[in-house]
């Protein structure tokens, strides 16, 4: 107490001092009933104030436990898998799952899985999993990227490795980039020239490079090309002079160089032969081109020359030989002593073709093949079909033949669904080419309306006449013209006509054209 009353004595001096509040010519001396009342309500505070503070503490705590204990009691998610998926676009999502409990109790069926996952469309996706389980509601997500990791692809038109010119730029032939999420991104390729190459490259909206290099080479190795004016194979005849009809050459690299051609060879107008004029070109890298002109001077058939023997009969046979007809036929006319005329194909067997030679017949020319489509398709294609059979009877008789019946005759009109003008083309190149050919004036019929030996017979004798040559047109492949041979032989000689053979002297029997 003494402490106690000397601390407030010593308050109160200094609460004294400045602030009482003494009344004038008053002063006031200690009273220590009122210092001791001021000491207790002092203390009293004091004891109030800590109080206070210690409630605050334990209310804070109990909170806490609270908060502790609510966490430990409510109900737990667990994903099955990682939180943060990665997956590319376009693969499928695979949903993992998640399990949950409380406490021991499995709560895993509760689990509601939302997801907006689009695999179809690049981006951040969430799937959350939540359950309700009394008054608890407690959620988790996992968070799923979709992402493009393909590369694009960038495809050259031409190829990867090109041949340029020396000194001259590579003119670009084109390109495309696809990428599977962007679709075509063409426009976005870059290309880059290096030394040698030429580097294309793209990038995707997310990121993915690509490139692809094309490969130059400065060099040429193309040949340059020669093209001839006129014709590749000419004829003339033995009073015209060769004159050069010209030619062009150029090359991909050097452009135009027809005045680096140099011709060899030599065309000796008037001299009949076959010549060859070779046309040769080189270009700046030393590639050589070549090519052949084949000049046949020879003398020209004249339409109009040739013997009209009056009063004569020539037998001719087209389409053979044939194995079955052909051989009696020429029995008959050996027997008879008759000369004939044979408008051979390739099909039937060559001894045959040997035995008309051998028997002193003419073997003429009727076309390889006798196939109106073909030989009427273009005038290279007839003559190419001519020289076939023209090398067949070469082979088996040793001469070239010159003798020629069109199928169909000259005046046929199925030529024209092939080729139209095709028959005055053909005509005009036999001449030029030395051919004569021979149509006929008497049809015996066997090859559509005359299928007996009496028809043909009938056919090709009432017909006949003394006063021109009688070209007879027959086929060697028919057993009613076979059989029919001998008595149209005795009749012509009963009736005083001869037989005759074609050849070259023969004035040609030409039907009128009509296509
Ligand atoms: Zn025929």
């Given at each position: 107490?003494?402490?106690?009353?000397?601390?407030?004595v010593?308050?109160?001096?200094?609460?004294?001092?400045?602030?009482?509040?003494?009344?004038?010519?008053?002063?006031?001396?200690?009273?220590?009933?009122?210092?001791?009342?001021?000491?207790?309500?002092?203390?009293?505070?004091?004891?109030?104030?800590?109080?206070?503070?210690?409630?605050?503490?334990?209310?804070?705590?109990?909170?806490?436990?609270?908060?502790?204990?609510?966490?430990?009691?409510?109900?737990?998610?667990?994903?099955?898998?990682?939180?943060?998926?990665?997956?590319?676009?376009?693969?499928?999502?695979?949903?993992?799952?998640?399990?949950?409990?409380?406490?021991?109790?499995?709560?895993?069926?509760?689990?509601?899985?939302?997801?907006?996952?689009?695999?179809?469309?690049?981006?951040?996706?969430?799937?959350?999993?939540?359950?309700?389980?009394?008054?608890?509601?407690?959620?988790?997500?996992?968070?799923?990227?979709?992402?493009?990791?393909?590369?694009?692809?960038?495809?050259?038109?031409?190829?990867?490795?090109?041949?340029?010119?020396?000194?001259?730029?590579?003119?670009?032939?084109?390109?495309?980039?696809?990428?599977?999420?962007?679709?075509?991104?063409?426009?976005?390729?870059?290309?880059?020239?290096?030394?040698?190459?030429?580097?294309?490259?793209?990038?995707?909206?997310?990121?993915?490079?690509a490139?692809?290099?094309?490969?130059?080479?400065?060099?040429?190795?193309?040949?340059?090309?020669?093209?001839?004016?006129?014709?590749?194979?000419?004829?003339?005849?033995?009073?015209?002079?060769?004159?050069?009809?010209?030619?062009?050459?150029?090359?991909?690299?050097?452009?135009?160089?027809?005045?680096?051609?140099?011709?060899?060879?030599?065309?000796?107008?008037?001299?009949?032969?076959?010549?060859?004029?070779?046309?040769?070109?080189?270009?700046?890298?030393?590639?050589?081109?070549?090519?052949?002109?084949?000049?046949?001077?020879?003398?020209?058939?004249?339409?109009?020359?040739?013997?009209?023997?009056?009063g004569?009969?020539?037998?001719?046979?087209?389409?053979g030989?044939?194995?079955?007809?052909?051989?009696?036929?020429?029995?008959?006319?050996?027997?008879?002593?008759?000369?004939?005329?044979?408008?051979?194909?390739?099909?039937?067997?060559?001894?045959?073709?040997?035995?008309?030679?051998?028997?002193?017949?003419?073997?003429?020319?009727?076309?390889?093949?006798?196939?109106?489509?073909?030989?009427?398709?273009?005038?290279?294609?007839?003559?190419r079909?001519?020289?076939?059979?023209?090398?067949?009877?070469?082979?088996?008789?040793g001469?070239?033949?010159?003798?020629?019946?069109?199928?169909?005759?000259?005046?046929n009109?199925?030529?024209?669904?092939?080729?139209q003008?095709?028959?005055?083309?053909?005509?005009?190149?036999?001449?030029?080419?030395?051919?004569?050919?021979?149509?006929?004036?008497?049809d015996?019929?066997d090859?559509?309306?005359?299928?007996?030996?009496?028809?043909?017979?009938?056919?090709v004798?009432?017909?006949?006449?003394?006063?021109?040559?009688?070209?007879?047109?027959?086929?060697?492949?028919?057993?009613w013209?076979?059989?029919?041979?001998?008595?149209?032989?005795?009749?012509g000689?009963?009736?005083?006509?001869?037989?005759?053979?074609?050849?070259?002297?023969?004035?040609?029997?030409r039907?009128?054209?009509?296509?």
């Amino acid at each position: 107490m003494k402490e106690v009353k000397k601390n407030a004595v010593k308050r109160r001096n200094i609460r004294l001092h400045p602030n009482w509040p003494l009344r004038e010519g008053q002063v006031k001396g200690p009273d220590l009933k009122e210092l001791e009342y001021e000491i207790r309500k002092d203390i009293r505070k004091k004891h109030h104030t800590s109080n206070k503070f210690v409630i605050q503490i334990v209310i804070l705590f109990l909170l806490i436990c609270i908060f502790v204990g609510l966490h430990l009691i409510i109900p737990k998610i667990e994903l099955n898998g990682e939180e943060k998926i990665e997956i590319s676009y376009h693969d499928t999502y695979v949903e993992q799952g998640a399990t949950a409990k409380y406490f021991q109790q499995d709560l895993t069926d509760r689990i509601e899985i939302t997801s907006a996952v689009d695999t179809n469309k690049i981006g951040t996706y969430e799937v959350i999993y939540k359950v309700n389980y009394s008054f608890y509601t407690v959620k988790k997500k996992r968070i799923v990227e979709v992402v493009d990791k393909e590369k694009p692809t960038i495809t050259l038109e031409g190829d990867t490795e090109v041949n340029i010119c020396p000194n001259s730029e590579f003119k670009e032939i084109g390109y495309q980039a696809i990428d599977e999420y962007d679709g075509d991104i063409t426009e976005k390729v870059k290309i880059k020239k290096e030394k040698d190459r030429w580097i294309y490259s793209v990038k995707d909206s997310s990121g993915n490079t690509a490139s692809i290099s094309r490969i130059l080479h400065e060099k040429d190795e193309e040949a340059p090309t020669i093209t001839l004016k006129g014709n590749q194979t000419m004829y003339l005849g033995l009073e015209e002079d060769f004159k050069e009809p010209g030619y062009t050459a150029s090359d991909n690299c050097s452009g135009d160089i027809t005045e680096k051609v140099s011709v060899t060879g030599e065309v000796k107008s008037g001299q009949e032969g076959t010549y060859i004029l070779t046309y040769q070109v080189s270009d700046d890298s030393g590639n050589i081109a070549t090519v052949e002109r084949k000049v046949t001077v020879a003398k020209k058939t004249d339409p109009n020359s040739g013997e009209i023997k009056k009063g004569a009969i020539y037998l001719t046979f087209d389409d053979g030989p044939s194995n079955v007809t052909t051989g009696a036929i020429l029995d008959i006319l050996k027997e008879e002593g008759v000369k004939a005329t044979f408008f051979v194909t390739n099909n039937g067997p060559d001894y045959l073709i040997q035995r008309m030679y051998d028997e002193g017949h003419t073997v003429g020319l009727h076309t390889a093949s006798h196939n109106y489509a073909e030989v009427y398709a273009s005038v290279d294609n007839y003559f190419r079909d001519l020289n076939s059979v023209s090398n067949r009877v070469k082979k088996l008789t040793g001469q070239t033949s010159k003798i020629v019946r069109f199928p169909g005759g000259s005046s046929n009109t199925i030529s024209k669904r092939y080729s139209q003008g095709i028959m005055t083309q053909l005509s005009q190149e036999l001449f030029n080419r030395g051919y004569r050919y021979y149509d006929w004036n008497i049809d015996s019929g066997d090859a559509y309306n005359a299928k007996t030996k009496e028809a043909v017979y009938q056919n090709v004798t009432s017909n006949l006449s003394k006063n021109r040559a009688n070209i007879v047109l027959m086929h060697d492949i028919k057993t009613w013209t076979r059989d029919a041979l001998r008595d149209i032989i005795r009749y012509g000689k009963e009736n005083g006509y001869t037989f005759e053979r074609i050849d070259m002297d023969t004035h040609m029997v030409r039907q009128k054209i009509n296509n």
